[in-house]
């Protein structure tokens, strides 16, 4: 019986419940790191090297978070001392192909900022303008994100160089249905929680402290769910695509 997409959201919060008490103070580890920073600044501007740590800082607990997602998956262990020593191991290749995989995004970038300016010129209306670049801009950088969405996801299971995980990525994306259609139900999750978010900002009657805790606690609490979801989707998919390939083999071997 094949897998849907109502399955893996299903089978996700199976697993986070699973797991929850671990995932969620990573993930509150994870959101603190850029508060924290910001208060150690007095609210002024945060230095470059402020920013750099803050961001490592935050990419370490990432990256912890989906060792231990991955590592429960596979051995059952939820223990975030083992998950920590496997982190110091798989962190800098994670580290290596997020950055490979931003880098890409900004290379693609370039070409259609220029499309996108020389097709905005002749508009007088500068919003007209500035909509047709950003559309311009939108179309290959969501093509590419969308195709390459799992190559941190390659690193951190069979440990594939960045650029080997881009083309791994895009060659399980490419034309898979179950993929996409599971990507669209998990649009509809975020749709229901930046919704909640938004709320949250127009209760103005609870202040603005409350309204900073209401808005922490929904993002602590969710991020992981978004995690296990593309953890879940990945390896299913890779799984599906393993069994038709062997499939195919023991089909030709046969002729």
Not at 19 to 46: H, Y
Not at 159 to 184: C, E, V, Y
Not at 218 to 244: C, D, G
């Amino acid at each position: 019986m094949s897998v849907t997409a109502t399955d893996i959201l299903k089978q996700s919060f199976t697993f986070y419940g699973r797991i929850f008490n671990k995932a969620f103070w990573l993930s509150v580890a994870s959101s603190l790191s850029p508060l924290l920073m910001l208060m150690a600044s007095g609210g002024g501007q945060v230095s470059v090297l402020g920013m750099l740590v803050t961001m490592v800082v935050s990419m370490f607990f990432s990256a912890y978070m989906m060792v231990l997602i991955h590592q429960f998956s596979q051995d059952q262990n939820d223990s975030l001392a083992d998950a920590f020593r496997l982190t110091l191991q798989k962190f800098f290749p994670i580290a290596g192909t997020s950055i490979v995989f931003g880098l890409g995004a900004a290379v693609i970038s370039i070409p259609a900022v220029i499309v996108g300016s020389l097709l905005a010129a002749g508009i007088s209306n500068e919003q007209l303008q500035a909509t047709l670049v950003a559309i311009v801009i939108a179309i290959p950088i969501s093509f590419y994100l969308y195709r390459c969405f799992f190559s941190v996801y390659f690193t951190l299971v069979e440990g594939t160089t960045p650029f080997d995980a881009l083309k791994a990525s895009n060659q399980l994306i490419k034309k898979n249905k179950f993929i996409f259609r599971s990507f669209m139900l998990l649009s509809l999750v975020m749709l229901a929680y930046i919704l909640a978010i938004v709320l949250v900002s127009l209760m103005v009657a609870v202040g603005s402290m409350a309204q900073g805790i209401l808005e922490f606690a929904i993002n602590v609490v969710v991020m992981p769910y978004f995690t296990i979801f593309i953890y879940r989707l990945f390896v299913v998919s890779k799984a599906q695509m393993e069994a038709e390939k062997q499939s195919h083999d023991s089909n030709i071997d046969e002729d």
